[in-house]
Each structure stands twice: as structure tokens, then as C-alpha cells.
């Protein structure tokens, strides 16, 4: 989206959520946050350490489209809390997000099946997606 000119609107603003620096670097989105995996956890969406800040960067905004993967730190113990923020403020919520592939283990999966629940109680649409082996 960011490579097609939505970022050049000055209605949009793309942010990169990581607990890795890796997974950040080469991204093109306008705001790089890295936040260390000690800030979340896998079933909760917990994003109390980071509230503020992110409810700052979140407020004004009418509508949040998330892109994430399921099942690891970062996508099913940061998307979920940052949904619900996003339902605080009024904001319409759009999640796509990619579950794990079938032969990975299950207690990921079931991770990441409860991070679609979470999603789906807060956001006011989710689309999950299926890995293919």
C-alpha cells in the first residue's frame, strides 16, 4: 500500500509494529516502532506498558486497518490490544491477519485461534487468512 502512493494522502499514515529489529528493517512504512517482546504477551493482548503512547498515535483516527500473522508475539500479543484501543476510540477496525501453517505446532495455533477471538470481540471486521503448505 505504502509502494502505490497511499502514504503520499495526507489522510494516511502507515506505523511497522515489531519485537524484532529484523522484521523492521527494509520497511517502507512511515513510522517504525520497535518494541521489545518483554512488553507482550501471547493471550491477552497486552499492551498496558505501551497504552499511551499507542492510543496517542491512534487517536484521531477513523479508521485502523491492520495487517498481522497469527501466533507469535508480536501478532497475536500486540494486534488484539491494539483492536481493542482502536474500539476505545472510536474508530472503525479492519484486521487481516495470517494464520500458521499446518504443520507447525499446536499450541501456536491454538495461540493464534485465540488472538481471531480476540480480534473478533473487539474489531468490527476480521479476515484470517490460511497459510498453504
Known amino acids: 500500500m505504502v509502494k502505490m502512493g497511499l502514504s503520499d494522502l495526507s489522510l494516511v499514515e502507515f506505523l511497522a509494529v515489531d519485537t524484532d529489529k529484523d522484521g523492521l528493517q527494509g520497511s517502507i512504512a512511515d513510522t517504525c516502532w520497535l518494541k521489545g517482546p518483554y512488553l507482550t504477551t501471547k493471550s491477552g493482548g497486552n499492551v498496558k506498558p505501551m497504552k499511551d503512547e499507542l492510543k496517542n498515535i ?13 501466533g507469535g508475539v508480536t501478532g497475536t500479543g500486540v494486534t488484539p490490544g491494539i483492536v ?8 472503525i477496525t479492519i484486521a487481516v491477519v495470517t494464520l500458521l501453517f499446518q504443520f507447525e505446532s499446536k499450541s501456536r495455533t491454538g495461540s493464534a485461534m485465540s488472538g481471531v477471538d480476540q480480534l473478533q470481540e473487539y474489531g468490527d471486521n476480521t479476515l ?3 497459510n498453504a503448505p
Open 84 to 91: 481493542k484501543l482502536s474500539e476505545e476510540i472510536g474508530a
Open 128 to 130: 484470517a487468512i490460511q
Open 58 to 70: 491512534l487517536t484521531g483516527s477513523d479508521m485502523v486497518f491492520i495487517v498481522a500473522g497469527l
